[in-house]
């Protein structure tokens, strides 16, 4: 199966998605349209493809939809030998997907009938697919969304269901998402769907759509909901994104990392995060630079490992000649607790960091005005501390 002409499918985000499921396809050792058909009913993926689709999708005939390309690109790297993380890798081709195809439509008229519903339930059990069902339930009202689920549970009709819970953070427009959640976490039985469509949500749309979400819900007052779609955007995003999406999160007034958050994050995603304080230093104050990369840290890694991070980028960014940033980020996490001086030593004596990182640590600490700095802002912390007048930041290293 080979890749249509750029004539037929021109230079651009469409195509890259095309040519990294091409890449997927070989890796996978070019299975047959049947065996690819067969083999994602088997592994009940979000949605099934005839052998006539598989191949109208791969030469470039037909783009897939959101469901269809997350199903291929889990089959394929499911087959592939050292292939991509099927999760990871889904992520990103439908991210790109969504960001070339969505427009946002706010469409959340009441929907008093239950025709197009039944219309619907009629079709998905006739065709034996949920699109009818994912099409009737795409950004319509939360009421709407609940009578389908409720009658798709009825008809114990479960792959169905999870398509079309799948299927909402791909179809909501963002002004409509924090909606959604307030109501599927009112109906108490679909409470796990809200913060599967919150993590989806971050993970697949774009810094715009994600930066509207979150201005809502920070708006509301949901900011543990702000937080898990921000955690789920930093999980999968590039730096880039990440820089972009802080930057506008700050143009906002929205501070990251006094977004409240009481659930438990055990997946570690330091990587990329020296690259996304430059980034954001470009444009954004360094002290907020320092809060910004303090905030990713402590979302993703706990206790000893994030302030070993924390050191390595300050290290790595003295490296690079930039020490404004270098000093501000030093400056702030000495000036956290006793116990940051025990983990510094620590560090100095991991196997982890490199000779090179150690040693512009050493030089970093012990220059005359970060010592200083640091001795200020503990005072002031102290000082703060006691008379209440500012909370002790949620996340520390």
């Known amino acids: 199966m080979n890749m249509p002409t750029e004539d037929a499918l021109p230079p651009g985000p469409l195509r890259q998605v095309l040519s990294d499921l091409h890449k997927l396809y070989y890796l996978a050792g070019t299975p047959g349209l049947r065996e690819i058909s067969s083999g994602i009913a088997e592994m009940d993926l979000p949605a099934m493809l005839n052998r006539n689709l598989v191949s109208d999708i791969l030469s470039g005939k037909k783009q897939p939809n959101a469901l269809q390309l997350e199903s291929l690109v889990r089959f394929f790297s499911s087959r592939a030998a050292n292939g991509p993380d099927p999760e990871v890798e889904s992520n990103r081709l439908v991210s790109i997907l969504l960001d070339a195809n969505f427009t946002p439509e706010y469409t959340m008229e009441a929907d008093s009938s239950s025709l197009s519903i039944e219309a619907s339930l009629r079709e998905a059990s006739s065709r034996g697919t949920a699109e ?84 809502l819900l920070w708006a509301v007052g949901s900011t543990g909901d702000a937080s898990t779609v921000l955690h789920a955007f930093v999980r999968f995003k590039k730096p880039g994104d990440a820089a972009r999406l802080y930057k506008l999160l700050l143009s906002l007034h929205i501070h990251p990392w006094k977004l409240r958050d009481n659930r438990l994050r055990e997946n570690s995603f330091t990587s990329g995060v020296t690259e996304f304080a430059l980034l954001l230093n470009a444009t954004v104050d360094a002290g907020d630079v320092a809060m910004a990369v303090r905030h990713w840290l402590g979302v993703g890694v706990r206790g000893i490992e994030s302030s070993i991070e924390y050191f390595r980028i300050c290290a790595q960014i003295l490296g690079i000649g930039n020490e404004e940033l270098a000093e501000t980020l030093a400056v702030l996490v000495l000036s956290q607790s006793e116990r940051i001086r025990s983990d510094l030593e620590i560090f100095l004596s991991s196997e982890t960091p490199t000779n090179i990182e150690k040693n512009a640590m050493r030089t970093l600490i012990t220059r005359k005005d970060v010592q200083t700095r640091t001795n200020i802002a503990r005072k002031e912390m102290a000082l703060n501390k006691k008379f209440g007048i500012v909370e002790t930041p949620r996340h520390s290293p």
């Open 132 to 215: 009818p069902l994912i099409r009737a339930c795409a950004d319509r009202s939360p009421a709407t969304i609940l009578l389908t689920l409720t009658e798709i549970k009825a008809r114990n009709w479960h792959r169905f269901l999870k398509q079309v819970e799948n299927s909402l953070a791909e179809t909501f427009s963002p002004a409509n998402i924090p909606a959604l959640v307030a109501e599927l976490r009112l109906a108490r039985d679909h409470t796990w769907v809200a913060e599967r469509t919150l993590s989806r949500f971050g993970a697949l749309r774009s810094v715009e759509d994600v930066t509207e979400t979150m201005r």
